[in-house]
T-cell receptor
């Protein structure tokens, strides 16, 4: 398996633009997580899905952020409109009941810069 | 809401010295996981602890879960330069099943 795939790896955009981050989880995993990492705030859980259904979105900063999981192999995190304070590394992670553990496998991340 | 405090924030050691990072949760945890993130990389799973008082070892790494399932520690014996990175704990709360990561401990090792 290729692991968790995220695209793009780097994104530079201007304030006010829409940004869409994409994630392909590991096949067979039933949990998918979106995280944001900054120096100031550390690693923050934004939202997670179980079997494509959003379970907890309390970490989503505000209405400008939205996440979808239309099927088991694809998820998006959208920011509209983007602001400079959204600059961060966004990680997607997936998890499944392997050996009784829900170990999270992280993707390589998308480094977002909003100018 | 649930908080997971991790200390210290930074730790610099000489190669061969020991290292410990501590994790404390404001709520009881169903389990706790530890991850390591190398500079410029992504978090990688190290271990999961589930039982009260559980101790697990991975070579030079020793992980403990407190009796009350509200705290945990990671101890590295005789650090090596390959141990450099940020170590995170992540706890699942029993009450509301929320996952919270600690802010991590950045370990640097002087060869």
């Amino acid at each position: 398996d290729a692991g968790v795939i995220q695209s793009p790896r780097h994104e530079v955009t201007e304030m006010g633009q829409e940004v869409t981050l994409r994630c392909k989880p590991i096949s067979g995993h039933d949990y998918l997580f979106w995280y944001r990492q900054t120096m100031m705030r550390g690693l923050e859980l934004l939202i997670y899905f179980n079997n494509n259904v959003p379970i907890d979105d309390s970490g989503m900063p505000e209405d400008r952020f939205s996440a979808k999981m239309p099927n088991a192999s694809f998820s998006t995190l959208k920011i509209q409109p983007s602001e400079p304070r959204d600059s961060a590394v966004y990680f997607c992670a997936s998890s499944g009941r392997d050996r009784g553990l829900y170990e999270q496998f992280f993707g390589p991340g998308t480094r977002l810069t909003v100018l | 809401g649930q908080q997971v405090m991790q200390i210290p924030q930074y730790q610099h050691v000489q190669e061969g010295e020991d290292f410990t990072t501590y994790c404390n949760s404001s709520t009881t945890l169903s389990n706790i996981q530890w991850y390591k993130q190398r500079p410029g990389g992504h978090p990688v799973f190290l271990i999961q602890l589930v039982k009260s008082g559980e101790v697990k070892k991975q070579k030079r790494l020793t992980f403990q879960f407190g009796e009350a399932k509200k705290n945990s520690s990671l101890h590295i014996t005789a650090t090596q330069t390959t141990d450099v990175g940020t170590y995170f704990c992540a706890g699942w709360s029993v009450s509301n099943y929320k996952l919270t990561f600690g802010k991590g401990t950045l370990l640097t090792v002087n060869p």
